[in-house]
């Protein structure tokens, strides 16, 4: 099976691609930089040439713009980046017998603290980050075989600004001074857990909108604080804060029911400590990497 990878060099796409590789499927990689195929989606003419010239059975889009306040900025980047590009991913997929595999986000609910929220529960679009990816999602399904995963991420990405869990891990072991959100509260999963369970739901021939998340709801405080336990690190440097005290308003009631998904994958999706744990792998493979390969540099 041929997959073209968008977004392959982001914090997903990365953990996609090696997924996929092990696997033993023919990846396409693309990415505004650093892949091998040089593509931002937000170039309608680049990206149908893409999917013309790489003709892939599977087209897995991990690209979009993250950056909560940026997108506030910069509504139309949000736009353009985050919804329009996938009118066209979508209309190529259906026209070709394609399989379109579209990452959505959690950002849509503003009540229910802990509660998990399935795939029917009302959304509240509270800024341009929100807006811009349900009208990606909309844009998606007007394939009918599209597959929708609503998800929050956590992993490690190696370059640009630290992720939420690269933040979290300097904190910890440097017991850094930090305010940490009692009332922001998600379901977010690892990215290797992540990868794993969409690619099986595309397997299983899924279509449609599903959540793909932990199988259980935490405040971003509660990861913090696991990440420092299993870290064996004391904070001593910490307060606890509101969400609400950020300058873009943000949806912070971000529980996801994923048993819909965990019933066709005839699995449950990790806990928070089984989240934590499968992020400190990474980041320990990753840093022994970037050793071994200044040791290889310093005797060359």
């Known amino acids: ?21 092990r696997r033993g499927l023919v990846l396409r990689a693309a990415a505004r930089r650093n892949a091998e195929i040089a593509l931002d989606i937000a170039d309608e003419k680049a990206l149908c040439e893409a999917l013309d010239a ?4 599977v087209v897995f889009n991990c690209a979009a713009i993250t ?8 509504p139309l980047s949000a736009w353009k980046s985050n919804a329009r590009p996938l009118a066209f991913l979508a209309a190529w997929t259906r026209r070709n017998g394609a399989r379109l595999i579209h990452v959505s986000t959690d950002q849509y609910f503003t009540e229910g603290g802990s509660a998990a929220h399935d795939e029917k529960t009302p959304v509240s679009l509270v800024n341009e980050y929100a807006r811009s990816k349900y009208a990606g999602e909309a844009f998606a399904l007007t394939d009918p075989g599209a597959l929708v995963l609503r998800t929050s991420i956590v992993g490690i990405r190696g370059w640009e600004k630290p992720t939420l869990a690269e933040w979290a ?17 998600s379901s977010s999963v690892d990215v290797a857990s992540f990868a794993s369970a969409a690619l099986d739901l595309a397997d ?12 259980e709801v935490y405040t ?16 001593t440097r910490v307060a606890s804060g509101s969400v609400r005290e950020l300058s873009t308003a943000r949806a912070h009631c971000l529980g996801l029911d994923s048993s819909s998904a965990e019933r066709l994958l005839g699995r449950r999706m990790p806990r928070l400590s089984e989240v934590v744990d499968s992020v400190l792998h990474q980041y ?6 970037e050793l ?8 060359a």
């Not at 099976?1 to 914090?11: A, D, F, I, N, Y």
């Not at 790489?54 to 059975?57: A, L, Y």
Request: proline share 2%; aromatic share 4%; hydrophobic share 40%.
């Open 1 to 21: 099976m041929r997959l073209l990878l968008l977004g392959s060099t982001g914090m997903l796409g990365q953990a996609v691609a090696k997924e996929a590789r």
């Open 54 to 57: 790489e003709r892939p059975d």
């Open 67 to 74: 950056d909560i306040d940026l997108c506030e900025r910069d």
């Open 169 to 185: 891990i300097d904190m910890a072991l440097n017991d850094r001074p930090a305010t940490l959100f009692a009332d922001a509260w």
């Open 204 to 215: 299983a021939g899924a279509r449609g909108l599903y959540n793909l998340a932990a199988s």
């Open 220 to 235: 971003k405080e509660e990861f913090v604080r696991e990440i420092a336990r299993q870290l064996g690190c004391t904070l």
């Open 284 to 289: 320990n493979e990753t840093t022994n990497h």
């Open 292 to 299: 071994r390969h200044i040791a290889a540099h310093r005797h």
